[in-house]
């Protein structure tokens, strides 16, 4: 059975690089990720704790996934070296689960799941571990107690969720589409320009931005443009006060 999986796997990655490249070239502008890709379905490979699992994925609409923009919110705030949050932190990961349960196709995620349960010794030990955390921390106070508060919630993140962190990330950006389109090229620059473009010529920032995107980045580059604009305007108008 595997090696049908592995032949069907390659048969796909042969017909994505002789038939995909052509058709990708002819696409311009904003399209749903199955579209772009020109399949529903794909086999790839996906890591999975520093080794890798084959499962076939299913490309998703925008309209199919869920809450990313808070999603990219909240990763935005980490790259500005925010701390995130435990409750911040329980959403990305509520987000990403959310992720790979849409884009899993085979198998799906409560397979790999129930494959997973119940033979992860480490996950069954945090789980105890939680248990005896849960049990002593009512009986403490003070720094003691603010210690073994933040002992649980990392351990409450470990043991919340069964898939591992890499899989999880490498699920969500297939479900996301990242790499798949030109959306890492648009650039704070750019995104400004569209928004002058935007106010002079009239329409919206997105009709200034060349590229191949998914049908879920039109809105997300509307938004950000807007924001980045108006923060724009406010500082010169300020800088023109002075």
């Known amino acids: 059975m595997f090696e049908k999986l592995i032949e069907a ?3 796909k990655a042969l017909d994505r690089r002789t038939v995909r490249p052509d058709k990708k070239l002819t696409l311009e502008g904003y399209y749903p990720l199955p579209e772009i890709m020109g399949q529903l379905y794909s086999w790839v490979f996906v890591p999975f704790r520093g080794m890798e699992i084959l499962v076939e994925v299913r490309y998703l609409r925008s309209t199919q996934l869920p809450d990313v923009d808070k999603l990219s919110h909240l990763v935005d705030e980490q790259r500005k070296n925010i701390k995130l949050t435990h409750q911040q932190m329980i959403e990305v990961m509520n987000i990403q689960e959310e992720c790979c349960r849409a884009v899993l196709n085979r198998p ?8 997973i349960y119940g033979k992860d010794r480490v996950l069954e030990s945090k789980r105890a571990q939680l248990a005896e955390i849960r049990k002593k921390i ?32 490498a699920l969500t950006n297939i479900a996301l589409g990242i790499d798949k389109t030109d959306i890492k090229k648009v650039t704070k620059e750019k995104i400004l320009a569209a928004y002058s473009k935007a106010r002079f010529y009239s329409g ?19 938004d950000y443009a807007t924001m980045l604009g108006c923060e724009e305007e406010v500082k010169n108008s300020k800088k023109r006060g002075k």
């Open 9 to 11: 796997a390659v048969e």
């Open 108 to 115: 799906t995620f409560e397979e790999l799941e129930r494959a």
């Open 138 to 169: 009512n009986t403490l106070g003070g720094q003691e107690r603010h210690e073994l508060q933040m002992e649980c919630n990392k351990v409450e993140l470990f043991t919340g969720y069964v898939l591992p962190d890499d899989t999880m990330l």
């Open 204 to 222: 919206k920032p997105s009709d200034y931005i060349p590229g191949i995107f998914t049908d879920g980045d039109k809105k997300n580059i509307d």
